[in-house]
């Protein structure tokens, strides 16, 4: 139990164009979901917090505007990145969780997907 | 600041051999602390996790964790490499803001097993 999908694992776009990932809780309803970006060989840094309903809390210096996060369902959220650059090519894991607060403890990840914008 | 570091870029150690990732933290309450895995290109793997309890955490493919709460430690081992476990690894720690928490992670850590 407790998979979390992400769809597309890899796209390659141009410069300029919007993307959107989908990051989906397949057997349990999570309540939080998070989104992460991960550069080669580094850590995983956090973007978003996003619970089910309400907007996406964003990480210091993450630009709102470019990186949409829609929560609108307790098993779906969609990543879009919007006019896509080359520094944005990343690897964008995304991670969800069951319940809300202190009682609840482990976060399960997708498998990632990969973006290249050329 | 809540934070986590682990100290190597790279472990390497034989196959067979005893195996140690070190982690150290800085949070503010208890802490709750994690260890997963990544293999290339895919996500993390959750390996184990301390919450409260035994200081001795068993996990998954036969690693475990020591949490030293006076060392603010919380190492990863394994009695036996195996070549499989060649992998990045991740220690974390749950970070709480108001009713939320959020994991921070370490660098990680690459552990290379020769054969």
């Known amino acids: ?118 | 600041a809540q934070s986590v570091a682990q100290p190597e870029d790279q472990v390497n150690v034989a196959e067979g051999n005893p195996l140690t990732v070190k982690c150290t933290y800085s949070v503010s309450g208890n802490p709750y602390l994690f260890w997963y895995v990544q293999y290339p290109n895919r996500g993390l793997q959750f390996l184990l996790k301390y919450i409260t309890g035994d200081n001795l955490v068993k996990g998954s493919y036969g690693f475990e964790a020591e949490f030293n709460k006076s060392q603010t430690s919380f190492h990863l081992k394994k009695p036996s490499a195996l070549v499989s476990d060649s992998a990045l690894y991740f220690c974390a720690v749950r970070a709480y803001s108001g009713n939320t928490g959020k994991l921070i992670f370490g660098q990680g850590t690459t552990l290379q097993v020769k054969p």
């Open chain 1, 1 to 118: 139990g407790a998979v979390v999908s992400q769809h597309p694992s890899w796209v390659i776009c141009k410069s300029g164009t919007s993307v959107k990932i989908e990051c989906r809780s397949l057997d349990f309803q999570a309540t939080t979901m998070f989104w992460y970006r991960q550069f080669p060989k580094q850590s995983l840094m956090l973007m978003a917090t996003s619970n089910e309903g309400s907007k996406a809390t964003y990480e210091q210096g993450v630009e709102k505007d470019k990186f949409l996060i829609n929560h609108a369902s307790l098993t779906l959220s969609t990543l879009t990145v919007t006019s896509a650059h080359p520094e944005d090519s990343s690897f964008y894991i995304c991670s969800a969780r069951r319940g809300s607060g202190r009682s609840t403890y482990e976060q399960y990840f997708g498998p990632g997907t990969r973006l290249t914008v050329t």
